[in-house]
């Protein structure tokens, strides 16, 4: 089956820093999506991309669709504290059966 | 408050037995999709539901089964329970195709001891 390959796992960084995670597939997806999980929590989304080549902002976040539309990555510029959480990548195939493929997510902790 | 209602939040229940997971999706939607969520798995689908009729489904054990229903909430029933099924189960209600992204609720924690 249709498989996303996040990386990396987990990060630890310090307060300020900047962020970036990836996600690869050897499936063709028309949008790519990403999510942050907080505990106890659902997914709550983040950034939808819907061309390849799109380059997307969200406040400190900025995601891209990659050109080949079998990858994504997420940056966060100037990491806080409450940024801390799993970050999910999410790519919708076209037709067929409507479903979000997820990767296995990337634990971001963020160091005061 | 994401708008799709998930009950119970907490469920703890003996390997065999037999639950039903509850959940209303956000006013408008009607696709529901049922995701389970473990530590090694990450987030699997299940199911999807549009307006009362199944339109794909996972990798779903025989011994889940789901429905929606004509009020659009769903149900998730999980029989003979075994440990491995313990896990969080998440609900997710979008509109007619999915492609704006699904909204997630809160999900139901289940234990199977």
């Known amino acids: 089956g249709q498989q996303l390959n996040q990386s990396p796992q987990s990060m630890f960084i310090q307060e300020g820093e900047d962020v970036s995670m990836n996600c690869t597939s050897s499936s063709i997806f028309n949008t790519w999506l990403w999510y942050k999980q907080e505990p106890g929590e659902g997914p709550v989304l983040l950034i939808a991309l819907y061309k390849a080549g799109e380059l997307t902002s969200n406040g400190r976040l900025t995601a891209q669709f990659g050109i080949t539309r079998k990858d994504s990555f997420l940056n966060i510029s100037a990491s806080i504290p409450s940024d801390v959480g799993i970050y999910f990548c999410?790519?919708?195939?076209?037709?067929?059966?409507?479903?979000?493929?997820f990767g296995k997510g990337t634990k971001l902790t963020v160091n005061p | 408050d994401s708008g799709v209602t998930q009950t119970p939040k907490h469920l703890i229940t003996a390997t065999g037995q037999r639950v039903t997971l509850r959940c209303s999706p956000r006013?408008?939607?009607?696709?529901v999709y049922w995701y389970q969520q473990s530590l090694d798995q990450g987030l699997q689908f299940l199911i999807h539901y549009y307006n009362g009729e199944e339109r794909a489904k996972g990798n779903i054990l025989e011994r889940f089964s789901a429905q929606q229903f004509p009020d659009l909430h769903s149900e998730l029933n999980l029989s003979s329970l075994e440990l491995g099924d313990s896990a969080l189960y998440f609900c997710?209600?979008?509109?007619?195709?999915?492609?704006?992204?699904?909204?997630f609720g809160s999900g139901t924690r289940l234990t199977v001891v």
């Open positions: 997710a209600s979008s509109t007619h195709t999915g492609g704006h992204g699904y909204t």
């Open positions: 006013s408008g939607d009607l696709s």
């Open positions: 999410a790519g919708l195939t076209q037709g067929g059966s409507e479903k979000l493929v």
